[in-house]
């Protein structure tokens, strides 16, 4: 085992040495990855500086509808604004970048899947990027705000007071841009992980996996070793494992890829972390054992008046724990989107101040900094979720009297073993 | 008088701020002590750290609205 470690120990350094000697071809693609997000930019004032054409551009607008009523003249902060939010939504449609100037969109459909009396599909692109209304069988269609509304052959929208629709919304089952990304997520996934199982069964679990697997494979130990055992506990934590990896990984590549400038928030949509959430939830509640539920009804080693006091608040915490895993996850990374669209919206924002050049640097510098402060928060938000689920599930699962000389007389070396406190 | 979101806002950063510091300044005091028990110290840190973290952002997200 010793040598096992060692020699895989010498094997990584000399490829770490192989693969990270080429400095410059490093350098430059941090400056490209660096750089690319600016493409979701380009050409966003374009408008604003040509008056004319900024004129056009609105008649254009209301010329579709009243839609887009507010398109008075937008300053560069509201378009900015305007921006951040599109992205932060889920889309019907893949855009990657989009030219104002000409009305151009660079991007790709998707399938539009709607209930509404009856099945409904057709593609994305009959929208039109939400400027047209899309017929379906004799029914109309038209998008606002990336929702999709039943309207009449004219295409009225009448607002409310509040700016919503009046009209009806049928059930949406649209293959989204978040959806794509879901879908993706899992299939990589899915391969990776099953070449890290295909390996181990061909070479026995004490052999040194090849590829790309020795990264994975540390991983998966590191949420075994440092998440599950410790809070779930010796006897129950394999029956977890699963589900735990899952959403660790799914977690980190979602971050992960909604640092790239795909344009993708999948994390930051309040509804997938709803339904994360509530797997942990519902998965906590069902694996609990009779003193997890003893602890909330009846709180043993109390007095009768506080039992009764405390039920409520223990029933409410239940509640509680999941809802704070999902807003926790959602808020934060819709908050790191947002600073770090915001920071690349300098360019435009401080252009007279800063000059050009100036301004661009300024920009590089702050988004470059938050984009690797981020790089921290996606790993860290994938660990902290998966960390407080098996935090939940071992308070469910873990028996309390007996726990100790279970797990302490035969449990494994390294974990019994205090560390030597020194006497201040 | 109605008190503007952003007051709100920026008294939820502070009281974040607050906590955040304590929880910091306490796990380093931990930490200079026993550093042997660094890396469980870290973990209840970060623990307390997100879940402080999670109440901050949900007093945000509820007071944006």
Redesign the interface.
């Known amino acids: 085992m010793y040598l096992c470690a060692k020699f895989q120990d010498c094997k990584i350094k000399k490829v770490s040495k192989m693969v990270f000697n080429k400095q410059f071809l490093k350098n430059s693609l941090t400056a490209l990855i660096v750089a690319v997000p600016l493409i979701s930019f380009a050409n966003s004032t374009q408008d604003s500086v040509h008056g004319g054409e900024e004129a056009y551009h609105t008649a254009k607008l209301e010329k579709h509808g009243e839609q887009h009523e507010t398109a008075h003249e937008a300053s560069p902060a509201e378009k900015i604004n305007d921006h951040i939010s599109h992205h932060l939504q889920d889309a019907h449609e893949f855009v990657f970048f989009s030219d104002e100037a000409t009305d151009e969109h660079f991007g790709f459909p998707l399938p539009v899947i709607l209930f509404d009396n009856g099945l409904k599909v057709f593609s994305s692109a009959k929208f039109n990027h939400g400027e047209s209304i899309a017929e379906a069988d004799g029914n109309y269609y038209k998008l606002f705000h990336g929702k999709i509304y039943k309207t009449d052959a004219a295409g009225e929208l009448p607002l409310d007071e509040h700016h919503h629709p009046k009209n009806a919304m049928p059930l949406d089952f649209s293959i989204t841009k978040n959806v794509v990304s879901l879908l993706l997520t899992s299939l990589l996934i899915f391969l990776l992980f099953s070449s890290l199982a295909k390996g181990f069964k061909k070479k026995g679990p004490n052999a040194l996996p090849t590829g790309f697997n020795r990264v994975l494979e540390p991983l998966v130990i590191y949420v075994r070793d ?1 998440i599950a055992r410790p809070n779930i506990g010796e006897a129950k934590y394999k029956k977890f494992m699963p589900y735990l990896l899952t959403v660790f990984f799914l977690i980190w590549t979602l971050n992960l890829l909604g640092l790239t400038p795909l344009g993708i928030n999948v994390t930051g949509n309040i509804a997938v972390t709803v339904c994360l959430a509530l797997f942990t939830f519902v998965i906590t509640q069902f694996s609990a054992n009779k003193e997890y539920w003893g602890h909330i009804f009846w709180m043993p080693g109390v007095p009768v008046p506080m039992k009764i006091v405390l039920a409520p608040i223990e029933i409410l915490g239940m509640f509680t724990k999941p ?3 999902l ?2 996850l ?3 990374i819709t ?1 790191g989107h947002t600073v770090v669209m915001g920071l690349i919206a300098i360019i435009f924002v401080a252009k007279e101040q800063l000059t050009v050049g100036g301004s661009i640097g300024t920009s590089l510098l702050l988004t470059l900094f938050i984009s690797v402060i981020e790089l921290l928060v996606a790993f ?1 938000q994938a ?2 979720f998966t ?2 689920s098996s ?1 939940f599930i071992g308070m469910a699962v873990q028996e309390h009297e007996h726990h100790h000389d279970h797990s302490h007389s035969h449990g494994h070396d390294h974990h019994t073993e205090d ?4 006497v ?1 | 008088m109605e008190i503007p979101n952003l007051v709100g806002a920026g008294l939820i950063v502070i009281g974040a701020g607050v906590g955040l510091g304590k929880i910091g300044g306490s796990a380093m005091d931990a930490i200079a ?2 550093p ?2 660094a890396g469980k110290i870290q ?1 209840a840190m ?2 307390i750290g ?2 402080l ?3 901050a ?2 007093a ?2 509820l007071g944006k609205n």
Do not use: D, H, K
């Open positions: 440092e809802f704070s895993l807003i926790r959602f808020a934060n908050a860290l660990f902290i960390m407080l935090l560390p030597e406190i020194p201040i | 002590r026993q042997e028990a973990t970060i623990i997100a879940l973290e999670g109440l952002f949900g945000l997200i």
